[in-house]
């Protein structure tokens, strides 16, 4: 007797990728039981259908993220096998995923023998590497970066940073939160020394590497 096929909720903005991913399951004799456009569809198809794995990309043009879904299913169902895939393929995307309890990172140009096997791997609970992506991954083991969203839980720390890595001067920074131009240079040298940075372009660097803003 066959085994049951693996079960997949998918979830991307893009209709041509989730039909892509259909297709690739079908062909790997797994079945998708719900294809998702948005991360809080995502959550509730999860909740739902309890699914083996489920395969959702990280940005989707909302405040909400893929990260945002994995957290509150874990928090539920810390059994949840969650597969990342992002078009984005930078160290600090990649271990923030596996931070978040998913078992594997796919980037969106990867085979559909790689995916495949991540999702094979995924639904036996089992963590699963790109070969293209073990380096980045010895990469942020080695030499890991901090997080600005974790780093800066100080009080408005962390919304500074957003509008400095937006290029905000400190007036313009001051305007916005209603604050005085002092309170904005405190917070500047408090984010510099947490983060250890100093130029401008490194704020706006560190938020597109963490995901925080697009390229």
């Known amino acids: 007797m066959n085994p049951a096929p ?27 039981l719900e294809e998702c456009k948005t991360p809080n569809a995502a959550l509730d198809a999860y909740v739902k259908h309890k699914p083996q794995v489920l395969l959702l990309d990280i940005r989707f043009g909302t405040d909400k993220s893929g990260f945002d879904v994995v957290r509150d299913i874990i928090k539920l169902h810390p059994e949840a096998n969650i597969v990342f895939i992002s078009q984005y393929d930078q160290a600090s995307y990649i271990g923030e995923a596996y931070r978040a309890g ?35 991954a010895v990469q942020l083991v080695t030499n890991p970066e901090m997080n600005p969203k974790i780093v800066l839980q100080e009080k408005n720390l962390f919304e500074v940073f957003m509008l400095l890595a937006e290029g ?48």
């Open 6 to 32: 693996i079960t997949l909720v998918t979830a991307d903005d893009q209709q041509m990728l989730l039909t892509l991913y259909r297709v690739w399951a079908g062909e790997s004799g797994m079945t998708v």
């Open 102 to 136: 998913a078992k594997a990172f796919l980037t969106k140009n990867c085979d559909p023998e790689t995916f495949k096997k991540a999702i094979q791997a995924a639904s036996k609970g089992e963590k699963f590497f790109m070969p293209e992506l073990l380096e980045k």
């Open 168 to 215: 905000l001067t400190n007036e313009e920074i001051a305007d916005k939160l209603c604050v005085d131009k002092r309170t904005v240079s405190v917070h500047r040298q408090k984010i510099q020394d947490k983060l250890n940075i100093s130029r401008l372009q490194e704020y706006t660097r560190m938020a597109i590497a963490h995901g925080l803003m697009e390229p």
